[in-house]
């Protein structure tokens, strides 16, 4: 799945990450300028870079002015630490990953579908830890995110770079690329102008989602194995 190079660069960030060493990580140009200029364009310069006093806060030029994380040959994570009570500074710390694979994002750019998508294939892996249970992102662009308990930042940040992204990660990847691009050569060969664009349309939660018995994580190779 991944080349020499990108291996490399995982290696990298997984050690930054284990030695809580974070970098600015900026605002994903080619993801952007995708949504922007793309043939399925969601967004408008107002929304990335909105510079009224009413929109301060609100835009996503704010949201990756002081964000911070690991870059991977797939994407980006992102951390955050912060007080569990936004308006009380002196409260018990809380650690919070956000994962944007911006690959996919680019092929399918519609994150909120992904987000449903990412977060069911995550509780159907072999390997699903539900003391480390995922929720949405805050972030524009996150597919799933994970937030410690109070004070437990370092168990979470272990479990993610010993565990999750070695042997979970890879697994929903590969498979929400799967069944993105079943669902998007489906739907170009049913449309009148050869676009997946009613695809992009979100009707109902979960709709990527397919059968479960139909996944094919590589976990459960080992798990026969073992």
Known sequence: MYSNRDIALNEV??????????????????????????????????????????????????????????????????????????DDDESIPVLRYEFMPIDLLLAFPQS??????FMWLYRNHPFYYPEFDCDEGDFYFSVISFQSEEGC?????????NVFLP???????????????E?????VAQSPDGSFHELLVEHDRYQLCIDPAELQFEAYAILEEE
């Open 13 to 86: 960030a997984i050690n930054s990450l284990i030695n809580a060493c974070p970098a600015e990580l900026g605002m994903p140009a080619k993801l952007i300028r995708e949504l922007v200029h793309g043939k399925y364009s969601f967004l408008t310069a107002e929304d990335i870079c909105s510079l009224s006093k009413d929109g301060r806060g609100l835009s996503m030029l704010d949201q990756y002015l002081d964000k911070q994380g690991y870059v991977f040959s797939w994407g980006t994570l992102s951390e955050q630490f912060e007080p569990i009570d936004p």
């Open 183 to 187: 669902k998007v050569t489906a739907a």
């Open 112 to 117: 909120a579908q992904l987000e449903d998508l």
């Open 167 to 181: 042997t979970i990660w890879p697994d929903l990847l590969a498979e929400a690329i799967r069944i993105v691009q």
């Open 153 to 161: 930042g370092e168990v979470l940040r272990s479990w993610l770079a």
